[in-house]
């Protein structure tokens, strides 16, 4: 075998034979004419323990992300990326995230895995997954983990999850947990509601994040929230609150990254758009194709001429 455990005390550690061709961070050389390889030193990400101890301090930055490819743009300026259930929407067209398997989850979030290096990334567990049972939650989370590389799921729910939010957390799967508006129950909230404008419905809120922090998810997303109750609730709990539509004394903030480059046509009112690159797309299209048209593309820089005869 090319590779094989370094020790029993080290089962992270891989070897490789002297003399064998392999350049790679994390390498030094043993006194048995060896190389030992930490495979958790090859990539240093943020991790569950420092968004934690993140409350009250500095704001905790994330975006949402679904392919590698723009997940590696943003790597280097969010404390975590969200491979969110939002992509049957945002990727897919459909037109809530119902339809959504746990299929797609597992392949769009390897991809962000593979394009990132510093993010930590946490995948949505999607609608059906999860609620029958937390052993159900459990088996299923554990695929999220092992096939994407990911490091934590999120579930939406609250007093109604937290017995499965505890059994993960348990079991050595980080949770991040959803309350305030929670697109997959949608269809009993009877559409895209904002939670909490009514102080009547504060208490059934405030007890939803009390029993997601105390069953023991790192993290809470605080969704489609009156803005004071948002504040409130992030005084209350001591895990960080990641608000989105909720409100600026929240530990963080996260938008869907389509919404924040302007490529969303009709994009919520708690969105801010930090580009304009739907017109910009368009724009280029546009250009693209009467370049094509007058035959001004494709150029002689971007063609191959035939080789030198010598």
Sequence with gaps: MFCKPFSPRHPAAVVI????????????ATRKGMIRMSVQSAIKRITVPEIRARKGAQPIVSLTAYHAHTARYI????????VGDSLG??????????????????????????????????VDMPFGSYEESPEIAFRNACRVIKETGCTAVKVEGGTRIAETIRYLSLRGIPVMAHIGLTPQNIQVMGGFKTQGREESEWAAIEADAAAVAEAG?????????????????????DIPTIGIGA?????????????????????PKFVREFATLGAQIAG???????????????????????????
């Design 17 to 28: 034979p002297l003399g064998r061709p392999y350049v790679g961070a994390g390498f030094e």
């Design 75 to 82: 790597d280097p300026y969010v404390d975590f990326l969200l």
């Design 89 to 122: 929407m945002v990727m897919y067209g459909m037109e809530t995230t119902l339809g959504v398997t746990l299929d797609m989850m597992i392949a769009h979030g390897a991809a962000v895995v593979r394009g990132t290096e510093r993010a930590l990334v946490v």
């Design 217 to 237: 998810a790192f993290a809470v997303v605080l969704e489609g929230m009156a803005e004071p109750l948002a504040a409130r609730i992030t005084d209350q709990i």
């Design 247 to 267: 409100s600026p004394h929240c530990d963080g903030q996260i938008l869907v990254l389509e919404d924040m480059l302007g490529l969303s046509p009709k994009p």
């Design 284 to 310: 280029a299209a546009e250009a693209y194709a009467r370049a094509v048209r007058d035959r001004s593309f494709p150029g002689v820089e971007n063609t191959y001429g035939m080789k030198k005869v010598k």
